[in-house]
Structure formats: structure tokens, C-alpha cells
């Protein structure tokens, strides 16, 4: 995972630069190819229909079973996910669209740029025969390297050798603004090497069934790769025992996510030398063809230094069958069926509770979005994103941009001077809508029609040099970290930018021909959100400028603590399913920007429809139209595996939750739906949450 995407914040949980000028772009440059869509052939969307009530439910008791209830029960997770629901049905469109680029791209004769790469990757991507035929040869040097450290020496080589090829198996590493100076890139190296979603998988109780059948894959992919089974088993209990290891000195993903500031720990390359004595970060950046900068983040320094004890101490028998382990997983899924079907087995059945392996057309496009995404990107928006939903767009985010600011200024608990301060930062937000006004140059990229795998180790070979390029160089303010056909949104506090690509602009989120109410609470609630995410528990972390300094008064610190302690309180209250409840601490930043940005929508959809008469649609009023679309973005589905790992991993409550846990605190809400006192859903007092 990218860095930008680790302090990035994004407005969906995925299975996860500085201020732009924002010049007008009226249209998209075309691709090398003229490509054409039949929207007849697409997957339908998913848009709010006052139909879709449950006419047993109360909105008063639990809005967000209310309005979906009767669409959940209806709509299972297909098999071939883990979640279905808004999110998930606007993805399966913008694959069938992509699919359709793929498959022109594929048949250009003589395809030069774009063109090529998606056609080569495709095309070798959907040959099951010829995958299947070559087996794991195009690991063998990979794995014979491997086989053949002996020392710790030799291992600490190895690591930097397949690092520069951007292959990272212990750690990660990549270029990210620094923290106190985000117009300038520099190198951060941060922790990696768990096999398993997160620290607490290798500790906990109730995750010990998970512990017990990663061992067992761990055993099948080495036997797989060639290793007899009685020496796999062993090597297993080996490798989770080194894991193991590593998690002691890693960070949950409530640590990090809580706590921006552990990615950055600016050191000296000497000092990092120091620490880590037996990988030497000063011979890494030589590897790497880079200069030895002055500085560079070390993050989570205990991390690193255990990584050079274990080069040290750890039996380089160990460090072989590691290695060799997380080689041949991570490229299983673009091996032969043997390897695909085992990773698909343990970490989408097992791990999340899919019940069957998405067909090959949908995980080739996963992999091509994964690793030339921009340049699909720049063929889907060319087909599939209007000048005109750009345009309506911007409106939008001008209207919440201005409602956002009156709430900022007539905050009651907040002083002049750290107010002051709110407000220069807000000034400074940078909008992004639909995709980049610069799409990136893949100049360099070597792709062809002889080897799926061989495409994309060279696809992320280029990208990790492309990266590379940008060590201490000037942030490129016009980059994107998502792709235009992502469905998803993001907010960079190193940026200050909020960016929205354009697969998102569609029903429930956008409809152009959709009534205000139905926008507001939609795509207006998600601008609102990434707008609060500036303001959120760690965004507020950031000023102006995209630097990591504290520009809150003590007191008002303490204040904005005592309102968000009490979110905390309030999702920690919130049970997904018997004795597993929601961490309202990993949870914290987004639930602050859903309560923030879904009042800031509601504020700015008051303001664009004043005036005028409510014309009451399907029965409904302006207010219950809005705070419905609201909750028709959170329908979500979930198998009981993927429910488990999203509570312990994500940063997002589960769906259901995110449809009632920010209206409970509008008193519009209430007002909306004659909800009294005492309901479920009107929290007063001392429960109601009041941030921005």
C-alpha cells in the first residue's frame, strides 16, 4: 500500500501532493484509440426509491434498517464477494464498462501506449491455458535466490535486491510529502511483513482459528512450490513463529490509524544505520539507485531494529522458507489455478467468507486497476464521464465549501484565534472532480502477449521506479492516488485536497437529473465529509499548508477531545453481532467526517432549495428525501468473516452504522421524522454529539 493511501482518508472501506491549482479541463484527452460504450449491456444502479421502506420499521427506532431493510433482505452477498451493497453495485458497472474498453484495447492493431498495456495485460491475463502452462517456472530464479541465502549477509542483499524491484516483503517503502515541509517529497520506510490483517491476529483468543488455518496455507503454498509436505508443515510453524515475531513489535491498525504521526520519524540515514545495524539503510539507498539524503522517515523505529536483529539471529533456513512463502503468495494470483484457488481459499473464504473466486475477466481488471489504473482510467472517463457532471459537480462542492465555512464560524466552542486558523485552512481546500487534468506518462512500461505475470511484475517494477523518481524532488500537485473508475473518494491532509473520481458520480451518490435533496444527501454528504476529514482527529493534526504542526489553543484541544470522546462512546455502544461490538477509537476520524459532512450537506441543501415549495415527491418531504438517499448510500450486506475483519482492521464502522450514527445527533433529523424524545434515534443532552 502506497503511503499517500496509508495518511490518505477515504470515504468507502476498500479491500486500502499538495494544494493544485484546479484549471478547467472541459473535456478528458481522448485515448490513443477512439473506444465506444453500450450502456445497454451495463449492470443497473442502485438509487433511492421511497418504495424501498420497510412499512414495519420506524425511522424513529433505527433509520437505517428503515429505508433498507426491505432492499438487505432482498439482495444477498453474491458469491463472488464479501460485501454487496451501493458501493459494490456501482463497481460491478464500472467493471462491465472497463471490460469493454479492455476487450477494444485488446483488438487495436498495432496498439502503441495505453492501448497496449491494457490490451497486453488482458489479453495474457485471460489465457488460462498458457498460465497454467507455465506453472511456477516464472518464479524459479526468484525462488533459487532465495534457496540460496546462507548468511546473514546474503539476506540483508536479497532484501535490498528485490526491493529494487519493487517487491517488498518486510517492510514497505515509498515517497510521501514530508510532513513538515508538504511541498517536497522524501523517502519513507515503514513496517510491513504480517501475513495476517493485522497485529492482533497473532495474540488474540478469538482469532486463534484464523492463526491455526494461516498456518495450514502457509504449508499448502510451500508444498505447492515445491516443497516436500512434511518439511512445509515444519517451515509453517516456522515462518508464523517469525511472524509472530514481527507483530510483537508492530502497531495495531487502531494504533495507526489513530496516530498519524508514528508514519513520520525523520532520521539520518547514519542513524538509521545505527539502529539497524545489520541492514544497513545507507547501502539500501544505494540499491535503489537513489542519493543518500539528508533525511528520511524511519517509521516505527523498534520495527526495523528487531528486522536487523532477526537478519542476525533468525536461521537463514527461516528466513528461506519466509520468503519463499510470501513470494510465491503474493504471485499466486497470477499463477496457475492450483495457486489461485489456494490464495483465493485461505484469504477470501477463509479469512472473509467468500464462497466462490470472482471469474477470471473480474480479477484481471482488479489487477489491472491495481497496476495501470490511471491508464484505464484515462479510456473509462474518455466513454463514461460527462463535461456536464463535472460541471454540476463543482457546483456542489461551492455550495458545501460555503456552507462548511458558516458552520466554522458560528461554532460556539471555539476561540477566535484557533477559529482563525480553521479558516485559512479552509481557503485553501483544493477540489479534484472526475480525473487528473494530467494523466501519467507510461513511457518506459515494456508490456506483451507472452506472459500474464510477466506483465505485471514489470508493471510494478515501473511503478516502484516511477516512485522512486520522486525522492526529493517538488510534489507533482497534479497526481491522483485513485484511478477515475475507483469507486471511492478520498481526503489528503498533506494536500489539502479533496478528490473525487468520477465512478462515484453516479446514482445514489450523483444523479443529474435527481432532485437537490437526493445530491445533498449523497454526493453532498461525501463532499461534506472530505471537507470535515480536515478537521477530523488527525486531520486537525495538519494546518494550511499541508504541514504536521499543532495550531489549537490548549483549550480548545481539550474541547474538541471532550466532543469527540464522546463519539468514541457512542459507536463503541454499537453491537455488529453478538459480542462484537464497533471500535469507536478505529472508527473515530470517519465517523467525525460523517457527522460533520452530513450536516454541512444538510446546511447547504437548506440554502439551494430556500424559497422555493417543497413539492413533497413520493410523499415525502425535502428533509426526509435527503436523510434517506443518506442511509440508501450505507446499505450494505456482509458475510459474518468479512463483518470480523472490517471491525478489526477498518477505519470504517460497518455500513449500518454509518446510516444512523450521524443523523441520531441532527436535531433535523428528528424534526424530519416527528421523532420524540427518547427514541433511538434522537440523542439529546449529554449523548448528543455537536463537533463541527
Known sequence: ??????????????????????????????????????????????????????????????????????????????GDRTSWGAFEMLDERSQAIQRQLADQAAAVEGATGVNKIVGDI??????????????????????????????????????????????????????????MDSSMNIAYAFPGGLGLPDKTYYFDADKKDKLEAYQAHVAKMLELSGVPAADASTQAADVVGFETRLAKVSKSSEEMSRDVGLFYNPVSPADADALAPDFAWTTFFESQGLEIPEKFSLAIPEFHSEVSSMIADVAPATWQAYLRFHTVDSASPYLADAFAEEH?????ATMRGQKEMKERGKRVLDTIGRQTGEALGQMYVDVAFSPEAKERMETLVANLSEALKLRIENLDWMSDDTKAKAMDKWASFTPKIGYPDKWRDWSGLETSRDSYIGNVLAANEFNYKWMLGKIGKPVDKTEWAMPPQMVNAY????????????????????????????????IGAVIGHEMTHGYDDQGSRFDASG??????????????????????????????????????????????????GLATAYDAMKKATAGSEDPMIEGLSRDQRFFA????????????????????????????????????????????????????????????????
Not at 344 to 348: A, E, P, R, V, W
Open 491 to 522: 481526503y489528503n491532509p498533506l494536500a489539502n485536497e479533496i478528490v473525487f473520481p468520477a465512478a462515484i458520480l453516479q446514482p445514489p451518490f450523483f444523479d443529474a437529473e435527481a432532485d437537490d435533496p437526493l445530491n445533498y444527501g449523497g
Open 122 to 179: 488482458w489479453s495474457t491475463g485471460l489465457d488460462a491455458g498458457a498460465i497454467n502452462a507455465q506453472g511456477i517456472a516464472p518464479l524459479e530464479s526468484e525462488l533459487a535466490a532465495i534457496a540460496a541465502l546462507d548468511a546473514p549477509a546474503a539476506i540483508a542483499d536479497y532484501l535490498r535486491s528485490s526491493a529494487a524491484k519493487g517487491q517488498f516483503t518486510v517492510f514497505g517503502f515509498g515517497p510521501e510529502a514530508d510532513f
Open 629 to 692: 438517499n443518506w442511509a440508501t448510500v450505507w446499505r450494505r450486506n456482509f458475510t459474518d468473516e468479512e463483518l470480523k475483519v472490517r471491525i478489526a482492521t477498518d477505519p470504517h464502522a460497518p455500513a449500518n452504522f454509518r446510516a444512523i450514527g450521524a443523523p441520531s445527533n441532527l436535531p433535523a433529523f428528528a424534526a424530519a421524522f416527528q421523532c420524540t424524545p427518547g427514541s433511538a434515534m434522537v440523542r439529546e443532552g449529554e449523548s448528543q454529539v455537536v463537533i463541527w
Open 344 to 348: 483465493f481459499n485461505f484469504h477470501s
Open 547 to 596: 504541514k504536521f504542526q499543532n495550531w489549537w489553543t490548549e483549550a480548545d484541544a481539550a474541547g474538541f477531545l471532550g466532543r469527540t470522546d464522546k463519539l468514541v462512546a457512542q459507536f463503541n455502544g454499537y453491537e455488529a453481532a453478538p459480542g462484537l461490538h464497533v471500535n469507536g477509537k478505529l472508527t473515530l476520524g470517519e465517523n467525525i467526517a460523517d457527522l460533520g
Open 1 to 78: 500500500m502506497l503511503l499517500s493511501l496509508a495518511v490518505a482518508t477515504a470515504v468507502a472501506g476498500c479491500q486500502r501532493d499538495a494544494a493544485t491549482e484546479t484549471a478547467a479541463v472541459d473535456a478528458p484527452p481522448a485515448a490513443a484509440a477512439a473506444f465506444t460504450l453500450d450502456e445497454t449491456t451495463l449492470p443497473g444502479v442502485n438509487s433511492f426509491k421511497a418504495s424501498d421502506f420497510d412499512a414495519k420499521g420506524n425511522a424513529c427506532t433505527d433509520f437505517g434498517a428503515y429505508v433498507n431493510g426491505t432492499w438487505l433482505a432482498a439482495n444477498p452477498v453474491p
